[in-house]
């Protein structure tokens, strides 16, 4: 890796590739280039110090720079150890932008990146985070527990935890206060997925949440768009490119149908996949029956299975036991936020053959053999690129509002969950109908007015759910 200046990264050489992938997609991220527009004489984000976990892909240095157009100074890495595209990371580092991530960075590592996007060159604390899966604030805050004196930092249960309290204890002998001076400057937190989301309600259940906090997954443009129609894209996207396999004819198994489990079922759906559903919510599983998918249960499905991908957002959904009962040279796959959907750890005195990066043959006694993705990890980031761009320019655009919302009017907010309001939820949509060549039909006053909206929008009433 290139440690210099601020910034880590695999090789500086690859600047020039990701610069010109990230002008391809800004002519994709229409939502991000009209808030460039809107905003970039104003620069509301001036004064502000944002950490940004996000996984480091070209879409997300499109967001970089709209941050810094808009007057914010950044440092940023990735949410996860297998999602940078080193090319992008290059380009950032490039403009002298502090970014911290490597495709195949160890967990370690990991842990010291999210360290380091808070500890910034002039002492300073950061007064923002932009997180997506929750570990930023979450280090943060373990931290600032641990400083006033909790126990928060004994008894890690598995060799993760072990690496993020070795983290947190390195800083605190370094830089004493270092955490609770982070914690006191945020005004606010704006948090980009559903297991992160998660993290942040149970937070402010338990009184623990000590700044607003924006979810955006839940903005209508972030959830029903990017976690439906970007899996819908990336997940098959990166089963081919681990693989190589053909899918019209197979048998795929998808463990979840909420929004992620919607756009995956589709995806193999349109791969020509025979696809069945496994769920533990009724609604969603009427859903997915009445959609056309056969609802089983994973150990019903698992001897059949030439696919199985978790979408859950849950943790030991395959579990070794089910492991067992699958056929050889089932591919085994997680599209969720954090690892722990799939039993690996389980696998670890297993013999594994690495195929290549992020593709493991996973050799059972019994001679069967499973093909592992991205060792469990999020495999549409891991085993591709993630989502194309048009789609993280909803979610980014909303990120980028949800920033400026809480840094100029934090005060406005308490120590809660909020989310963007609806308005601004159909500004986003409004701004990537144009790429589409899609046309509006206005509504008269009279029609407004029979319907109880107004011409203007917001056009559902708050419980309506898409
Ligand atoms: P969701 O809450 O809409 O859907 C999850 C579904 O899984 C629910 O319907 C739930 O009933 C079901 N479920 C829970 N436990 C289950 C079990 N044991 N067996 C079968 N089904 C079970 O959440 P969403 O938005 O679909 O997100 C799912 C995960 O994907 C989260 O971790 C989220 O952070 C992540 N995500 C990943 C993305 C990616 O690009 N890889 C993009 C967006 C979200």
Redesign the pocket.
């Known amino acids: 890796f290139v440690i210099e200046n601020d910034f880590v990264i695999r090789d500086p050489e690859l600047a020039s590739w990701g610069r010109k992938e990230m002008d391809i997609a800004e002519t994709e991220m229409p939502g991000l280039m009209a808030c460039r527009e809107e905003f970039g004489t104003d620069k509301p984000l001036t004064g502000a110090r944002i950490t940004g976990s996000l996984h480091m892909t070209i879409q997300t240095a499109v967001l970089i720079e709209t941050l810094q157009e808009l007057g914010a100074k950044v440092r940023w890495a990735s949410c996860n150890i297998f999602s940078t595209q080193d090319h992008a990371a290059a380009a950032i580092a490039a403009t002298g932008t502090p970014v911290f991530a490597v495709k195949g960075e160890s967990l370690t590592e990991y842990w010291d990146y999210t360290d380091r996007i808070f500890n910034w060159t002039d002492g300073e604390p950061s007064n923002m985070i932009l997180d997506d899966?929750g570990d930023a604030t979450m280090y943060i805050l373990t931290g600032a527990r641990a400083e006033a004196g909790e126990d928060v930092l004994s008894n890690p249960t598995n060799e993760e935890e072990e690496i993020f309290v070795a983290q947190i204890k390195k800083r605190m002998a370094a830089t004493p206060g270092f955490f609770t001076r982070q914690r006191d400057a945020i005004k606010g937190v704006t948090e980009e997925?559903?297991?992160?989301v998660n993290r942040l309600y149970q937070l402010q259940k338990k009184g623990l949440l000590p700044f607003p906090a924006i979810n955006v997954?839940d903005s209508v443009t972030k959830?029903k768009f990017?976690?439906k129609y970007?899996?819908k894209e990336?997940l098959v996207d990166g089963i081919r490119r681990a693989t190589d396999v053909m899918m019209a004819g197979k048998v795929a198994v998808v463990?979840?149908?909420?929004?992620?489990?919607?756009g995956s079922a589709a995806s193999l759906l349109g791969a020509g996949a025979r696809v069945k559903v496994?769920?533990?919510?009724p609604i969603?599983a009427l859903q997915a029956a009445m959609d056309g998918f056969e609802v089983v249960t994973?150990e019903d499905a698992a001897p059949t299975a030439d696919i199985i991908i978790t979408?859950?957002?849950?943790k030991d959904?395959v579990t070794l036991d089910t492991m067992r009962l699958m056929k050889d040279m089932v591919i085994l796959g997680n599209?969720?936020?954090?690892d722990n959907e799939i039993e690996v750890l389980s696998l670890r005195n297993m013999k594994w053959t690495n195929i290549k990066p992020q593709v493991d043959m996973i050799h059972f006694p019994d001679g069967k053999r499973i093909l592992l993705l991205s060792e469990g990890r999020?495999l549409?980031?891991g085993n591709a690129t993630?989502?194309p761009s048009f789609v993280m320019s909803a979610s980014f655009t909303n990120q980028t509002l949800a920033q400026i919302e809480l840094f100029t009017k934090g005060e406005k907010y308490g120590k809660e969950v909020y989310v963007l309001p609806k308005h601004l939820d159909e500004k986003v949509a409004r701004l990537h109908l144009a790429k589409l060549g899609a046309k509006l039909t206005v509504l008269s006053d009279e029609q407004a007015d029979y319907i109880g909206v107004s011409p203007q929008g917001p056009f559902k009433a708050e419980q309506y759910r898409y």
């Open positions: 899966g997925t559903t297991t992160g997954n959830s990017d976690n970007g899996c990336s463990c979840g149908y909420g929004d992620v489990g919607k496994t769920e533990v919510d969603c994973l979408t859950t957002g849950n959904v599209i969720g936020h954090f999020l549409n980031l993630g989502h």
